[in-house]
C-alpha cells in the first residue's frame, strides 16, 4: 500500500475512535498490510524516538501531523484544599503536543 493510501485509510479507519496501543498497532498492520508483530516494533520505535527525544529536551516534529515538546512548569507554591494549608509544588515537566494545521482542519 503506498503512503498516502495508507494515510487515508487510517484517517478514516480512526475517525472518532478512541484507540489503546494494541487497536493502534491493529491499524497499522492493516493499513501497510504487515504482520502485528511488525506493525507492533514499528509503532513501538517511533514512541520510543519520541520519548528519547523528549528526554534530551527536544522537540518532535512531524510533517502534516504535529510536533511533540517538553513543557517545563516552575515551581510554585499551592494550598492544601481540605485544610488551606500552604503547600510547595515542586518543578515539573511533561510532554505537550500541538497538531498541525492539516490535522487541526480534519478535527
Not at 38 to 50: H, R, T
Not at 58 to 67: L, Q, S, T
Request: glycine residues 6%.
Amino acid at each position: 500500500m503506498s503512503c498516502n493510501s495508507s494515510t487515508a485509510f487510517l484517517t478514516h479507519a480512526l475517525k472518532d475512535i478512541q484507540l489503546n496501543t494494541t487497536e493502534l498497532v491493529d491499524a497499522v498492520a492493516e493499513a501497510n498490510d504487515i504482520s502485528k508483530a511488525k506493525a507492533k516494533e514499528v509503532v513501538n520505535s517511533i514512541l520510543a524516538a519520541i520519548i528519547e527525544a523528549a528526554k534530551r529536551g527536544e522537540e518532535v516534529a512531524i510533517a502534516g501531523f504535529g510536533r511533540f515538546y517538553v513543557k517545563e512548569r516552575p515551581a510554585r507554591e499551592g494550598r492544601n484544599p481540605r485544610t488551606g494549608e500552604a503547600l510547595k509544588i515542586p518543578a515539573s515537566k511533561s510532554l505537550g503536543f500541538k497538531m498541525s494545521k492539516p490535522v487541526g482542519t480534519t478535527l
